[in-house]
């Protein structure tokens, strides 16, 4: 897939949006064809040289670009040239969909398996067995802890958990209510 038709698509849009915010999008969003000095970027895109080297570091971490260095015979100084590499986004984007699946499941077994006490003048909520070793009392507010009831939670989890498997194609093991 090109350059321009992965950055058409909102879902990718949205992931290099939070890899590296919104001083670094610009950079993002412009892959040259090519190599590229960040002074050169900077320059183009009218941004500040630092945004852009943090832009830059944050894709080559995250395996969306690399770079070569060159020295200057004269000056020694060395130029990093920049290439942007954006092919693997899809794969990238699949294994972090398996990472949240397996996040939500792990949460959605946690919701299951407690119970859960609830302080609403202190926004807090504390497990059955914290609950009891402070008496069902909020240890903050002094007020009775209520039990909560997290069913819907559960339900949202259910159906984004059905949801992220269909996307993945992953089986879907039966959840058990």
Known sequence: ???????????IQKY?????????????AAPPDGEVTDEELAEELGLELNDVRRALFILYENDLASYRRLRDE?????TYLWTFEYEEIPEQLETEMHRLLAA??????????????????????????????????????????????????????????????????????????
């Open 74 to 78: 004269d000056s020694g100084w060395l």
């Open 16 to 28: 290099l949006h939070e890899l590296v915010g919104p001083k670094g999008m610009p950079v993002a």
């Open 1 to 11: 897939m090109a350059f321009e038709e992965l950055l058409e698509d909102p879902v």
């Open 104 to 177: 939500l499941e792990a949460r959605y077994e946690y919701e299951m398996e407690n119970e859960f006490y609830l302080s609403e003048e202190a926004g807090i909520r504390f497990e059955f067995g914290e609950a009891m070793e402070f008496g069902f009392q909020c240890p903050e507010t002094g007020a009775e802890l209520q039990p909560m009831e997290n069913t819907r939670l559960i339900e949202a989890m259910e159906e984004r958990i059905e949801q992220l498997r269909d996307e993945l194609g992953v089986e879907s093991a039966e959840i058990e209510v």
